[in-house]
């Protein structure tokens, strides 16, 4: 087993190998870099020259296009980066890991809500649905899984800010905070409360747009499981159809559902580039995109390698959990 | 039933021709071609895909045909249609006397965009004076044909790099799995969103062209997912005794490949392509709302979602429904369409995974 693991370490660490490089050759192609979009004007008015823009790209590491050059920016770039510095953001104004590390966590309280919500959503509706199979109760709840899975996310938030913020107006449209309300520097709660008033949208969007996909997953396991021989015979027993259906069948279903839910967790951290972008909410994902427009290459970087890692060790994890989960797996 | 046409099948086949008459009088016999779309037809969701799918390509295809000849207009033609709008706008002060007034100020613009939905323009006109129903057509056009090449083209790279690396194996397979790997852990909005941010700010590529790019990028970013399809597949397929037949007729390996094994993955293929048309179109519609995707005066279906983002003002978000709520359904059903009919194809090609 260790070996396995091992085995899988190594081959994570070359997937990253092969993704840093290829995310850092695609961002500095980008032409128009940070300090072309922010000396454009400068260069424009006559305040500055070609010359010091040359300059300050120079400063940048960002001077040479060339392939041996981009290889050689990238070589320094992933020295640091293993040594734990990914360099400084040029929008932010600070190192990307500070960034990161302050924004990921309202990223990750609306995400890890929302993945809590789906699973109590979505596991129980899945075991219904499968229990009742081509009832009109899975029917319904199958075409409403697909088509939350169906609804872009930009498209769901505007409804939903259509309908409870405008119609109604009782949820706040966008932002974390309400700008208007002044509170006391102590008023901890008030403002807590404040915050999570503002998420309430988010969360729902997205837990609207993941629930689809874990019920559809829970009722085709669970149906897989249902029509094995050894259902049959726990029927036959005569056991009431409560205890057939969650503590023999549900049981065998929760080892591809603990695999799956546990390898989704690290992405969590990850934001949600389009839904946090919408609401105007500060999450990671909301930074990103920012950073993204304006050719930031230092935290296009360290972003979209954080991501990686992310997806690398959800792997890992489902892959630890396969084993954990069910005794007959041997992993070699 | 189905069971009784296979057994039907089978000894059709293999017998001869005495007790084939026997059998035809108490069954059909079915070729399986048949037999899949029997199956795929007895499933409600699927016929209901097929009907929505039939619907948003007349919908796209034959719409502007028909505006064209009833109205003689298309996609970009500007119609200014003179309107009074009332501005209401409220304010809230205190009098001398100490109560609070509200304060009303009316007045009257003449507004010719923004027209209200009627006989000439069942959706009314957008910001810029497009009839919104033309520009939903032509939307609908370019969503459907970026997600018919990109998946035509991710499933011709994946065949063919998961062919090899199923039938070759050893280090071919290794190599092409590690990139495959590679490939699969990008993340994709991000990465999407430099690739596009790049060819946008590209003077030297006419802005019509972004589009074209803009498939080669969905499809880098989605054959992998066909590749370890396809390997999957001819792992197992290869050490078939059929294979062992071909193996001893002395082909080259890529006729054994391309004509005996590929072919054998093809229902995998089908459902999966099926199931990834839906993708694309999410992917190619995020893109055009962020701006990134088909440029202005074209239409696509993400970009007139982007005229209720709210950071743009709430005007339209509140007022104007009709310039985005039809957009966004639109989405909804083609993506949809395709779930149900790629959910239909996987269930009527293996009636054992029934789900």
Same mark, same amino acid.
């Given at each position: 087993?260790?070996?396995?693991?091992?085995?899988?370490?190594?081959?994570?660490?070359?997937?990253?190998?092969?993704?840093?490089?290829?995310?850092?050759?695609?961002?500095?192609?980008?032409?128009?870099? *940070?300090?072309?979009?922010?000396?454009?004007?400068?260069?424009?008015?006559?305040?500055?020259?070609?010359?010091?823009?040359?300059?300050?790209?120079?400063?940048?590491?960002?001077?040479?296009?060339?392939?041996?050059?981009?290889?050689?920016?990238?070589?320094?770039?992933?020295?640091?980066?293993?040594?734990?510095?990914?360099?400084?953001?040029?929008? *932010?104004?600070?190192?990307?890991?500070?960034?990161?590390?302050?924004?990921?966590?309202?990223?990750?309280?609306?995400?890890?809500?929302?993945?809590?919500?789906?699973?109590?959503?979505?596991?129980?509706?899945?075991?219904?649905?499968?229990?009742?199979?081509?009832?009109?109760?899975?029917?319904?709840?199958?075409?409403?899984?697909?088509?939350?899975?169906?609804?872009?996310?930009?498209?769901?938030?505007?409804?939903?800010?259509?309908?409870?913020?405008?119609?109604?107006?009782?949820?706040?449209?966008?932002?974390?905070?309400?700008?208007?309300?002044?509170?006391?520097?102590?008023?901890?709660?008030?403002?807590?409360?404040?915050?999570?008033?503002?998420?309430?949208?988010?969360?729902?969007?997205?837990?609207?747009?993941?629930?689809?996909?874990?019920?559809?997953?829970?009722?085709?396991?669970?149906?897989?499981?249902?029509?094995?021989?050894?259902?049959?015979?726990?029927?036959?027993?005569?056991?009431?159809?409560?205890?057939?259906?969650?503590?023999?069948?549900?049981?065998?279903?929760?080892?591809?559902?603990?695999?799956?839910?546990?390898?989704?967790?690290?992405?969590?951290?990850?934001?949600?580039?389009?839904?946090?972008?919408?609401?105007?909410?500060?999450?990671?994902?909301?930074?990103?995109?920012?950073?993204?427009?304006?050719?930031?290459?230092?935290?296009?970087?360290?972003?979209?390698?954080?991501?990686?890692?992310?997806?690398?060790?959800?792997?890992?994890?489902?892959?630890?959990?396969?084993?954990?989960?069910?005794?007959?797996?041997?992993?070699? | 039933?189905?069971?009784?046409?296979?057994?039907?099948?089978?000894?059709?086949?293999?017998?001869?021709?005495?007790?084939?008459?026997?059998?035809?009088?108490?069954?059909?016999?079915?070729?399986?071609?048949?037999?899949?779309?029997?199956?795929?037809?007895?499933?409600?969701?699927?016929?209901?895909?097929?009907?929505?799918?039939?619907?948003?390509?007349?919908?796209?295809?034959?719409?502007?045909?028909?505006?064209?000849?009833?109205?003689?207009?298309?996609?970009?033609?500007?119609?200014?249609?003179?309107?009074?709008?009332?501005?209401?706008?409220?304010?809230?002060?205190?009098?001398?006397?100490?109560?609070?007034?509200?304060?009303?100020?009316?007045?009257?613009?003449?507004?010719?965009?923004?027209?209200?939905?009627?006989?000439?323009?069942?959706?009314?006109?957008?910001?810029?004076?497009?009839?919104?129903?033309?520009?939903?057509?032509?939307?609908?056009?370019?969503?459907?044909?970026?997600?018919?090449?990109?998946?035509?083209?991710?499933?011709?790279?994946?065949?063919?790099?998961?062919?090899?690396?199923?039938?070759?194996?050893?280090?071919?397979?290794?190599?092409?799995?590690?990139?495959?790997?590679?490939?699969?852990?990008?993340?994709?909005?991000?990465?999407?969103?430099?690739?596009?941010?790049?060819?946008?700010?590209?003077?030297?590529?006419?802005?019509?062209?972004?589009?074209?790019?803009?498939?080669?990028?969905?499809?880098?970013?989605?054959?992998?997912?066909?590749?370890?399809?396809?390997?999957?597949?001819?792992?197992?397929?290869?050490?078939?005794?059929?294979?062992?037949?071909?193996?001893?007729?002395?082909?080259?390996?890529?006729?054994?490949?391309?004509?005996?094994?590929?072919?054998?993955?093809?229902?995998?293929?089908?459902?999966?392509?099926?199931?990834?048309?839906?993708?694309?179109?999410?992917?190619?519609?995020?893109?055009?709302?962020?701006?990134?995707?088909?440029?202005?005066?074209?239409?696509?279906?993400?970009?007139?979602?982007?005229?209720?983002?709210?950071?743009?003002?709430?005007?339209?978000?509140?007022?104007?429904?009709?310039?985005?709520?039809?957009?966004?359904?639109?989405?909804?059903?083609?993506?949809?369409?395709?779930?149900?009919?790629?959910?239909?194809?996987?269930?009527?090609?293996?009636?054992?995974?029934?789900?």
């Amino acid at each position: 087993m260790w070996n396995y693991l091992l085995k899988r370490v190594a081959l994570a660490l070359v997937i990253l190998f092969g993704v840093s490089a290829l995310i850092y050759l695609l961002s500095m192609l980008m032409p128009a870099d *940070y300090i072309d979009n922010q000396t454009a004007a400068a260069v424009q008015m006559g305040a500055m020259t070609l010359e010091d823009v040359q300059r300050l790209k120079e400063l940048y590491g960002l001077a040479d296009k060339s392939l041996p050059g981009i290889a050689k920016s990238y070589l320094s770039w992933l020295t640091s980066a293993l040594s734990g510095d990914l360099g400084y953001s040029f929008l *932010y104004g600070r190192p990307v890991s500070d960034v990161l590390s302050q924004y990921i966590w309202i990223s990750f309280m609306i995400a890890f809500i929302s993945y809590l919500l789906e699973i109590a959503i979505g596991i129980p509706m899945g075991i219904k649905a499968s229990v009742n199979q081509y009832s009109a109760y899975d029917y319904t709840v199958s075409v409403f899984a697909m088509i939350g899975t169906a609804l872009p996310s930009f498209f769901l938030s505007a409804l939903l800010m259509n309908v409870f913020a405008i119609r109604l107006g009782i949820l706040p449209l966008q932002g974390l905070t309400t700008a208007t309300k002044v509170f006391p520097p102590n008023a901890h709660f008030q403002i807590l409360l404040d915050k999570a008033w503002h998420l309430v949208l988010p969360i729902t969007v997205l837990t609207l747009l993941g629930v689809g996909g874990l019920m559809k997953f829970t009722r085709t396991n669970m149906l897989e499981v249902l029509n094995s021989d050894y259902i049959r015979t726990a029927r036959a027993k005569g056991l009431s159809e409560n205890v057939v259906t969650y503590k023999h069948a549900f049981r065998n279903t929760l080892i591809p559902l603990v695999t799956s839910l546990s390898g989704m967790l690290p992405g969590l951290f990850g934001g949600a580039m389009i839904t946090e972008t919408v609401f105007a909410i500060p999450g990671i994902g909301y930074m990103a995109l920012r950073a993204t427009q304006q050719g930031d290459i230092p935290f296009i970087m360290g972003y979209n390698m954080f991501l990686a890692i992310l997806t690398v060790l959800g792997m890992l994890i489902s892959d630890i959990m396969y084993m954990v989960v069910d005794p007959r797996v041997k992993l070699s | 039933m189905i069971e009784k046409e296979k057994a039907a099948q089978q000894t059709t086949n293999s017998s001869n021709q005495e007790v084939k008459d026997g059998y035809e009088q108490h069954f059909k016999v079915i070729s399986p071609g048949r037999m899949v779309a029997k199956r795929f037809f007895r499933s409600k969701l699927s016929i209901a895909g097929l009907y929505m799918i039939v619907f948003v390509f007349l919908f796209s295809f034959v719409g502007p045909l028909i505006v064209d000849a009833t109205w003689g207009y298309e996609e970009l033609e500007v119609f200014k249609i003179e309107r009074i709008a009332d501005m209401v706008s409220t304010a809230d002060f205190k009098g001398p006397d100490g109560k609070t007034y509200t304060y009303y100020d009316k007045s009257q613009t003449l507004v010719y965009f923004k027209a209200p939905p009627s006989a000439e323009h069942w959706l009314g006109t957008d910001t810029s004076g497009f009839d919104i129903l033309t520009r939903l057509m032509y939307g609908g056009r370019i969503s459907l044909t970026i997600s018919f090449i990109v998946i035509f083209l991710e499933t011709i790279i994946g065949v063919i790099l998961g062919g090899l690396a199923g039938y070759f194996g050893k280090w071919v397979d290794q190599l092409i799995m590690r990139i495959v790997d590679i490939f699969a852990c990008l993340p994709g909005l991000p990465v999407l969103l430099v690739l596009s941010a790049t060819i946008s700010s590209i003077e030297s590529i006419p802005a019509e062209h972004r589009i074209y790019y803009m498939m080669a990028f969905l499809t880098l970013m989605g054959w992998t997912g066909v590749a370890r399809i396809v390997r999957g597949q001819i792992l197992m397929l290869r050490e078939q005794e059929y294979m062992l037949a071909a193996e001893t007729t002395g082909i080259s390996p890529m006729h054994k490949i391309f004509r005996h094994l590929v072919p054998n993955t093809m229902p995998q293929l089908i459902v999966s392509a099926t199931l990834g048309l839906g993708g694309v179109i999410l992917y190619e519609s995020t893109l055009s709302y962020l701006g990134l995707g088909v440029p202005f005066p074209r239409a696509a279906w993400g970009s007139m979602i982007a005229l209720a983002d709210p950071s743009k003002g709430q005007e339209i978000l509140a007022n104007y429904p009709n310039m985005w709520v039809p957009a966004g359904v639109l989405i909804v059903v083609t993506v949809l369409g395709f779930s149900f009919i790629g959910d239909g194809l996987r269930d009527a090609f293996d009636p054992r995974m029934k789900r």
